[in-house]
């Protein structure tokens, strides 16, 4: 019973062939993520996730070894995000000081707090679906500078309100989550503002491949708990940020032993899959919103992709109706496996994990037996409490 929702699940999965490049060294170089490693690990309150083991679920699905990185407890904000929001912001912080203050700043000066007095007169600016938002409306409270969020209809008033708790002005804009982006890129444009942005467009960069570094942390993390490289890593995407900062992680820790990049989006937003099928970075439409509020992009980063081209090896998109029993098999675990707070956009990777297991043509597809060992990233915690509390008390 517990498992017949993955059974009965559509996923769709597309085999990339072109794939094999530099991407994942030339684009987030080393320095890149040793810069953004060094900084955050700085941070007041800096403390490692967990990387759990769930034996006894990779024992029912007849798999090695499952590893979850729970991003739960990042920072106290919910969710992984708080790496690469509030880091991106702070070297906006540090260009624009530098400049106006006509020396070198140091970025641990800005984050120390000793600057905020100028940092408060710069303002920083993004849209999100919440948890990029709450990072860096958490990181301009800490380094002292000014917030602007743009969210979408369809965000919710609680993750509007945290937002709001980090002291952001949030300006809630009719339309999608590429609506909300527009918005913000063209009320920064008239204000001076920064964009910090998770996502990259011709002529911007450096904001989102600051975002991506600062997940380098996660990957660092998860490799520094493991003695061998996983063969596989499940990596949800929205724009593709986060998939392509992991991805080039593993490629530069574990070499040639990397393990296979398996992208999972939701099937109503699958703009990485579409991108893979087209050989190049592609817009879907999004006709309705998925649950994965935070993977409801019809836009992929084209930095991010540029990576995903090089790296990503398998796509899968997945349906709505395997999230709440995943969210529930985690928070009431089989056997002795850990007990695990995880969101909706959170648990997309294991979810996936678990129907492509258990349908014969997936599992053979990818490879999947007693010998793997899968790494899956689960990049939020509780991010909505309403919503949360309301999926555990729904029945699979
Ligand atoms: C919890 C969570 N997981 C995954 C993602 C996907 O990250 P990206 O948009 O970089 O692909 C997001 C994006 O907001 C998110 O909030």
């Known amino acids: 019973m517990q498992f017949s929702r993955f059974d009965a699940a559509a996923l769709d999965h597309f085999v990339a ?14 320095d ?6 060094a900084e955050i690990s700085g941070w007041q309150g800096y403390a490692p996730t ?29 969710s992984f995000k708080a790496l690469g ?17 006509g020396r070198p700043i140091w970025l641990d000066t800005i984050s120390s707090g000793s600057l905020a007095h100028d940092a408060s007169t710069v303002t920083l600016c993004s849209a ?37 708790d980090f002291g952001a002005d949030v300006i809630r804009v009719a339309g999608n989550y590429d609506a909300s982006v527009a918005r913000a890129r063209a009320d920064a444009d008239a204000n001076g503002w920064f964009m910090v942005a998770d996502t990259s467009w011709p002529g911007y960069r450096q904001p989102p491949l600051d975002v991506m570094a600062g997940y380098g942390l996660m990957a660092d993390e998860a490799c520094r708990a493991m003695t061998t490289a996983p063969t596989h890593v499940i990596l949800q995407g929205g724009v593709g940020g986060l998939a392509a900062a992991v991805a080039a992680y593993l490629r530069q820790y574990w070499g040639d032993s990397a393990p ?15 991108s893979a099928r087209a050989n190049t970075a592609t817009s879907v439409n999004i006709a309705s919103e998925t649950i994965m509020a935070g993977l409801s992009c019809g836009e992929p980063s084209e930095l991010a992709w540029d990576i995903l081209a090089d790296e990503g090896r398998d796509y899968l998109t997945i349906p709505d109706s395997i999230i709440g029993p995943t969210m529930r098999l985690l928070a ?14 959170g648990v997309a990777g294991l979810a996936a994990l ?13 490879n999947l037996g007693p010998t793997s060992r899968i790494l899956v990233i689960g990049s939020e915690g509780i991010t909505d409490p309403a919503i949360y509390a309301d999926i555990m008390e729904q029945t699979d």
């Not at 890149?32 to 490693?37: K, N």
């Not at 912080?93 to 400049?99: A, D, P, R």
């Open 17 to 30: 062939t072109a794939h094999g490049g530099h991407g994942a060294w030339t684009i987030l170089t080393p």
């Open 32 to 37: 890149d993520f040793t810069r953004a490693i």
């Open 50 to 78: 967990p990387l759990h083991s769930l034996p006894a679920l990779a024992q029912t699905l007849s798999l090695g070894e499952i590893l979850y990185k729970h991003e739960g407890p990042r920072f106290g904000i919910g």
């Open 85 to 101: 929001a509030a880091y991106a912001g702070l070297r906006v912080l540090q260009t624009e000081l530098s400049k106006r203050l």
């Open 128 to 164: 999100t679906d919440g948890n990029h938002g709450r990072s860096l409306a958490w990181g301009c409270q800490r380094f002292g500078a000014a917030c602007k969020i743009y969210i979408h209809a369809e965000v919710s008033e609680g993750r509007a309100q945290i937002i709001r």
């Open 260 to 274: 296979r990049v398996v992208v999972v989006e939701p099937t109503l937003a699958p703009c990485l899959m579409a």
């Open 332 to 345: 009431r675990p089989l056997g002795h496996d850990p007990r695990i707070e995880g969101g909706e956009s």
């Open 354 to 366: 678990i129907a492509a297991a258990r349908q014969p043509a997936h599992r053979t597809a990818l």
